[in-house]
């Protein structure tokens, strides 16, 4: 059964801070991984999606990394915002032909200004 | 553009009634998904329709039902309501061309279910 990790459950940092949010899956075989951010009581957006065939996607401030052998990733934020203040979420796609994602629980952020 | 309408946005319902929650796919997605989100929870999947036809399922209680209409629109039915069915609850939509698998899912604002 997949189960997806994230580490830190939160994090607090002051604006212009660059950081990283990382996300750990047990079974290897995904057809990819995407990206969320949920602020509070609200709905899904969509940051990055990255196939199991790439190493890494970026847009605008954001990185996403995958490396698919260790079951690992990371969302890079570069110059950190107040604006950025909410829950990141992971979710992977599975191999076979499974359609639902599988959630980690997030990392909640807080950028102070 | 256009994206994934949910409806009711809120919904307040007593224990042992029932509730129907519905979703409109962006136009053209021929897939739906319903995902559950408990209070602090990370969002779990129920059940998804491919072409009106169930294609996967998940967490799903026997007292929740749902079914994918021919314009592609989506109802979940959740019947003998429970305390513990409050949550917000996400519709996604997707394009699966010749059925393959679809690389994202577009989500809905979602439905905040609250059982009294």
């Known amino acids: 059964k997949q189960e997806v990790t994230q580490i830190p459950a939160a994090l607090s940092v002051p604006e212009g801070e660059n950081l990283v949010l990382n996300c750990s899956f047990t079974d290897s075989a995904i057809y990819n991984l995407q990206w969320f951010r949920q602020d509070p009581g609200k709905g899904l957006t969509s940051l990055l999606l990255?196939?199991?065939?790439?190493r890494e996607q970026t847009s605008g401030r954001l990185n996403a990394s995958l490396d698919k052998s260790s079951g690992r990733s990371t969302l890079y934020i570069a110059a950190s915002q107040p604006g950025d203040s909410a829950t990141y979420l992971c979710a992977v796609r599975a191999q076979g032909g499974s359609e639902k994602l599988v959630f980690g629980k997030g990392t909640k952020l807080t950028v102070n200004p | 553009a256009a994206g994934v309408i949910q409806s009711p946005r809120h919904l307040i319902k007593e224990k042992r009634e029932t509730a129907t929650l519905k979703c409109y796919p962006i136009p053209r997605h021929d897939t739906v998904y319903w995902y559950q989100q408990g209070p602090g929870q990370d969002p779990q999947f129920l059940i998804s329709?491919?072409?009106?036809?169930?294609?996967d399922k998940g967490s799903i209680p026997d007292r929740f039902s749902a079914q994918q209409f021919s314009d592609y629109h989506s109802e979940l039915n959740m019947s003998s309501l429970e305390l513990g069915d409050s949550a917000l609850y996400f519709c996604?939509?997707?394009?699966?061309?010749?059925?393959?698998?679809?690389?994202?899912?577009?989500f809905g604002p979602g439905t905040r279910l609250t059982v009294l």
């Open positions: 329709f491919y072409e009106k036809m169930q294609s």
């Open positions: 990255i196939q199991s065939s790439q």
């Open positions: 996604a939509s997707s394009l699966n061309p010749f059925g393959r698998v679809a690389d994202t899912q577009y």
